[in-house]
């Protein structure tokens, strides 16, 4: 039985890495952002930051930082941005190709704004509850639920020569 | 609560979004239900978003161990003999604290929760009221002292508890990318919880567990 947060510390760890990753997609980047949390959570030295007060904490600042560095590439890489959300555009013949589903479900989950991207996120893969998303992001659970039924909306658009190539 | 069918295209979307998510309240969810019988447009609708979310499963990533480089740092950036100090030396093999400093943190963890449920005479369900609306900050509720290492168990019983509703509602509509998703989190994250035992012992869960046996991932 996991009485302590620490006690959870791989399984936290592994957590926040894959929203990291899904975020940055830089596995080195996000190894730093989850780094980085746990290091200012030991500095922050807060003793009612325990169970998931701590692991949600954990979350809003690995959040913020991958934004940081979200805003950061963006500003060096506006030009090279633009040329690779034009090569990396699917066709269905690309989409049937079973080896790239998950390319390229990564990389439409990738090009949605960043405030619908981390809502996706954090429902589909890390099967948060819409108050728990809410309270990371800091923000209302309404907005939670229209940001994610818009981002669905667009990944059902993106992803339908994909989805129709697997029927 | 009434539920009157949505009026723009938005508050469909939203609407059935919810529903995929089991973030609708019970009533409001079962007059969708019966709506939808008979108006196979928006059900054509819903089964697209839930194909959706079957696709996004496709996108794995992998679940890197904390490197001993950074658990080393972590350690030396939180000296001492503490819970943080304890838990990485048990995350990195290291040696677990003495018998004697377990024991009297035990006997401490008893004494506190026997005084805790001594003041709580509560059921399972309004205990885990209680403490999710601690955990909200709602205004109005009462907050009442809790032991850590309870209020820890029993926010895991809570996960769990929607992890298991969860699960149960992609099997019955057979969303099984996510099924098998939401199972495997159970089992590996929740396996000393009392859903994680139903779910086990649940026959409506059958039919997942035979698609899992046919592809030997069981």
Not at chain 1, 37 to 49: A, G, I, K
Not at chain 2, 193 to 216: G, I
Request: proline share 5%; with cysteine; glycine share 4%.
């Amino acid at each position: 039985m996991k009485s302590d947060f620490w006690d959870s510390f791989g399984e936290n760890y592994r957590d926040l890495y894959r929203f990291a990753v899904r975020m940055l997609d830089d596995p080195e980047s996000a190894e730093d952002a989850v780094q980085e949390s746990f290091l200012r959570l030991v500095q922050e030295n807060n003793e009612r930051l325990q169970g998931e007060s701590a692991r949600r904490w954990l979350f809003v600042v690995v959040r913020n930082l991958c934004i940081s560095q979200l805003r950061k590439k963006a500003r060096q890489e506006f030009a090279v941005q633009l040329e690779d959300l034009q090569s990396a555009a699917m066709t269905p013949s690309e989409a049937v190709q079973a080896n790239e589903r998950s390319a390229c479900v990564k990389t439409a989950v990738q090009e949605l704004p960043i405030p619908l991207r981390e809502i996706v996120i954090l429902r589909e893969y890390e099967n948060m509850r819409y108050a728990d998303i809410a309270a990371i992001l800091g923000c209302p659970v309404g907005t939670v639920r229209s940001r994610l039924a818009a981002a669905r909306d667009r990944l059902r658009k993106r992803l339908e020569p994909l989805m129709e190539a697997n029927t | 609560m009434t539920w009157t069918p949505p009026q723009s295209e938005n508050e469909w979307l939203e609407c059935l979004s919810a529903w995929q998510d089991g973030e609708m309240a019970p009533d409001e969810r079962r007059s969708l239900e019966e709506f939808l019988e008979s108006n196979p447009l928006r059900k054509a609708q819903l089964q697209a978003l839930i194909a959706v979310s079957n696709s996004l499963q496709d996108w794995k990533v992998e679940d890197p161990e904390p490197s001993p480089a950074f658990v080393r740092r972590l350690k030396k950036a939180f000296p001492g003999k503490n819970r943080l100090g304890d838990s990485i030396r048990r995350s990195s093999g290291l040696s677990v604290p003495s018998w004697a400093f377990q024991f009297a943190f035990f006997l401490l963890g008893a004494l506190v929760g026997a005084f805790a449920m001594s003041l709580l005479p509560l059921d399972w369900k309004s205990t885990s009221h209680i403490l999710s609306s601690n955990v909200s900050s709602q205004p109005g509720v009462v907050n009442i002292f809790i032991a850590p290492d309870q209020a820890e168990d029993l926010l895991r019983e809570v996960a769990a508890g929607n992890l298991k509703d969860d699960l149960l509602r992609n099997v019955q509509n057979k969303q099984w990318k996510k099924a098998i998703s939401l199972y495997n989190t159970l089992l590996e994250k929740y396996a000393d919880t009392t859903a994680a035992r139903q779910v086990v012992e649940n026959k409506d869960v059958s039919p997942l567990k035979e698609l899992l046996r046919s592809e030997e991932r069981i």
